[in-house]
């Protein structure tokens, strides 16, 4: 019954902010890493960030300096902070437990003017 979902996301001018959230449940969420992917039309789906059960992080270089992956234990919950988006960060933003094989539903990410 393990379960993920992302929310958080919609449009945004480009230099803008947004911050995702994925709520975890139906597993031991602590002793789990979590990641961030996203999925623009017609690409392959792109890590961006990992972060273990225990804090420590990895960036994919493309969102080193404007992304930030955090997580709280206590509410299950792991989150994505975006910085000076661009057009080029448009997509669907996917919330994953890899040791779990789950991914949530998705949310949708619009960086325009």
């Known amino acids: 019954q393990a379960h993920l979902v992302e929310s958080g996301g919609g449009l945004v001018q480009p230099g803008g902010s947004l911050r995702l959230s994925c709520a975890a449940s139906?597993?031991?969420?602590?002793?789990?890493?979590m990641s961030w992917y996203r999925q623009a039309p017609g690409k392959e789906r792109e890590f961006i960030a990992t972060?273990?059960?225990?804090?420590?992080?990895n960036y994919a270089g493309s969102a080193k300096g404007r992304f930030t992956i955090s997580r709280d234990n206590g509410k299950a919950t792991v989150h994505l902070q975006m910085n000076n988006l661009k057009p080029g960060d448009t997509a669907v933003y996917y919330c994953?437990?890899?040791?779990?094989?789950?991914w949530g539903q998705g949310t949708q990410v619009t960086v325009s003017s």
């Open positions: 972060i273990s059960g225990s804090g420590v992080t």
């Open positions: 139906g597993f031991a969420f602590s002793a789990y890493a």
């Open positions: 994953k437990a890899p040791g779990r094989l789950l």
